[in-house]
């Protein structure tokens, strides 16, 4: 669905012999279980994107994105993507993502019955319940975005470990 919506066409060994063949060695060096299957999204901007789980995965990239890096810099952007995968960070960032929506649904929902009174059950109102449920998502999503910088740290280094070049992620990164 992912994958659609940014348009994203499949590229094969003819399109693409670069491409497959750094995510073929990635993959065997990351022992994944299979190789994941490469993507190219029309756009000018330089952007890539990890989908799907361990066993069925797909990475995407930009045109923009291989039309502007070298092969080693485009290594250490694959990798740091196969890295995602392997560390299941999908799986991971999704449910953090429900969490966070689900908090903040249970705090308004909170919110609603304290204003209205809807139970009856309160005598006054409990203002510690208020805090709570008025920074709680707040605080959910500050988690969720200190879990996501991790995950991108953790995929970095993952990276400069399946290529040995950690250079060449960092000249992607700042390009």
């Known amino acids: 669905m992912v994958l659609r919506m940014y348009k994203a066409k499949p590229v094969n060994a003819v399109n693409w012999p670069l491409g497959h063949e750094l995510m073929s060695e990635l993959a065997r060096r990351a022992e994944l279980p299979s190789i994941p299957r490469l993507h190219v999204v029309p756009s000018s901007m330089m952007n890539a994107f990890a989908v799907g789980r361990v066993s069925d995965s797909a990475v995407a990239v930009t045109d923009g994105l291989i039309r502007q890096l070298t092969a080693r810099e485009l290594a250490g952007v694959l990798a740091h993507e196969v890295t995602h995968i392997k560390n299941e960070d999908i799986k991971v960032m999704s449910i953090a993502d429900m969490v966070s929506r689900f908090t903040s649904a249970l705090s308004t929902i909170g919110l609603f019955a304290i204003v209205f009174n809807?139970?009856?059950?309160?005598?006054?109102?409990?203002?510690l319940g208020v805090a709570a449920m008025i920074f709680a998502p707040t605080i959910g999503s500050l988690l969720q975005l200190a879990l996501s910088r991790t995950r991108e740290f953790d995929a970095d280094y993952g990276a400069a470990l399946l290529t040995g070049d950690p250079d060449g992620l960092s000249s992607a990164l700042r390009k």
């Open 118 to 127: 809807l139970t009856g059950f309160f005598g006054s109102v409990p203002w």
